[in-house]
């Protein structure tokens, strides 16, 4: 029997510009590329945490994978015992186990626009590249009348997806989310209040989509919208299980991976058949490392005859 065996890479990204989110601003992140190889099959993932999501810490990782040194039984082995922790590796090694379909994936997803900083300027931008659904940035200090403008005055076709990280009060929240009970052009309110916040009981659940509330479907009851991040999900097999049986509209989102990550993610989406616009707008943040291989815009394909083992070799 071949038990397996595996080699990770640490790699760090460096955003072009701090990226700013209502929980903070960043200027890299870090992730492992894991490489395994079973019955002369070779398979690819990635180790991609976010902040504010309650997942292992690189460094938490880094030290599971050096402590099986390279025998991928082992380490699934021990997975198995700690009944849904790393919640990422296993989402890695999900990725590795299912990465001959993965890597001939090449079908087209609608993907939604990244506003960081909403103004006039920059929604226009994204309208005028084609994209019909923008996710906009928002927090306590966003003007709630300047957002309602710049919806008002976008055109009746493109749809809102407003997004705060779990940083308002619920007050706050009421505001945001009558607001988008109100308007045809609001898909959603992403993450309003914090993980477990008691506010939600009292807020309508039809328009607002849990994301750092979500991290596996393990023990989860919400009856509204869902932000999926398959490289936070865990077990994707466990995954599919739960979302055969549950109707709650999931919105596959990225946690700005490398195109191994990228690879996988959109091919786990379109696994949904309800899959609609996805998050993965997250391409041209950093500094030109080599590890972004997939095109940008508003309908992108996957990646289908790339080399990406070569790609591995590149950064070994």
């Known amino acids: 029997m071949n038990d397996g065996k595996y080699e990770f890479l640490r790699v760090r990204r460096e955003f072009l510009h701090p990226f700013v989110t209502a929980v903070g601003s960043f200027t890299e992140v870090e992730r492992i590329l894991i490489k395994t190889e079973m019955d002369g099959k070779i ?11 309650d997942t292992e810490s690189i460094s938490d990782c880094l030290e599971l994978l050096n402590t099986f040194a390279g025998n991928l039984y ?15 590796l296993r989402a890695a090694l999900s990725s590795c186990r299912h990465w001959e ?15 960081s900083k909403p103004t006039e300027e920059s929604i226009g931008r ?52 009558n607001f988008a009970l109100s308007s045809d052009q609001v898909e959603f309110i992403e993450q309003p209040l914090p993980v477990n916040h008691p506010g939600y009981n009292q807020l309508d659940t039809k328009k607002i989509a849990l994301d750092e509330s979500f991290i596996s479907p393990h023990e989860f009851n919400w009856a509204g919208p869902v932000v999926v991040k398959p490289s936070l999900v865990g077990d994707w097999d466990v995954f599919l299980a739960w979302r055969k ?31 609609g616009t996805v998050g993965f707008d997250t391409l041209n943040q950093f500094k030109d490392d080599g590890l972004d291989r997939h095109q940008s815009g508003p309908v992108v394909g996957g990646l289908s005859n790339f080399d990406w083992l070569a790609l591995w070799r590149k950064f070994k």
């Open 245 to 275: 049986t549950h109707s709650n509209k999931v919105i596959y989102s990225s946690v700005f991976e490398t195109a191994f990550g990228r690879q996988a993610g959109l091919w786990l989406a379109h696994l949904d058949p309800a899959v």
């Open 126 to 177: 994204k309208i005028a590249e084609g994209f019909k659904t923008l996710k906009l940035k928002i927090s306590p200090l966003t003007s709630f009348s300047s957002i309602k403008s710049l919806i008002s005055a976008a055109p009746k076709n493109i749809i809102f997806r407003l997004d705060a990280n779990g940083s308002l009060n619920l007050q706050e929240a009421e505001q945001w989310v």
């Open 74 to 88: 082992k380490l699934n082995a021990h997975l198995k015992e700690l009944e849904g922790e790393f919640p990422c």
């Open 101 to 115: 379909e993965i890597a001939n994936f090449n079908k087209k997803t609608s993907w939604a626009g990244l506003v």
């Open 43 to 53: 398979g690819f993932g990635e180790v991609a945490p976010w902040p504010n999501f």
